[in-house]
C-alpha cells in the first residue's frame, strides 16, 4: 500500500513497513464479513481505525523490539 511512499533514513522506512503492516490488518478487519453486513458497521470499523492506526503501528514496532 505504501510502497512509493517517499522516505529519508532506515528508521523512517521501518516505520513505513511497520504502518503498511497496520494498514494491511485495518484492510482485513474491513473487508470481514461480519463488517460487510451493513454499511454502518463498514464506517464504524474504517473510524476505528483512523483513530487507532497509529497505536496498531505501535503495537507491532513493540512486539518486534521484544523479538530482537
Partial sequence: ML??????????LKRLIILNAALKIA?????????NTY????EEVLAGVTKNID???DAIEESLKKRA
Wanted: proline share 4%; hydrophobic share 35%.
Fill in 3 to 12: 510502497d512509493n511512499y517517499p522516505y529519508q533514513d532506515d528508521a523512517e
Fill in 27 to 35: 484492510h482485513a478487519a474491513a473487508g470481514a464479513s461480519s463488517a
Fill in 39 to 42: 454499511s454502518s458497521r463498514v
Fill in 55 to 57: 497505536q496498531l503501528a
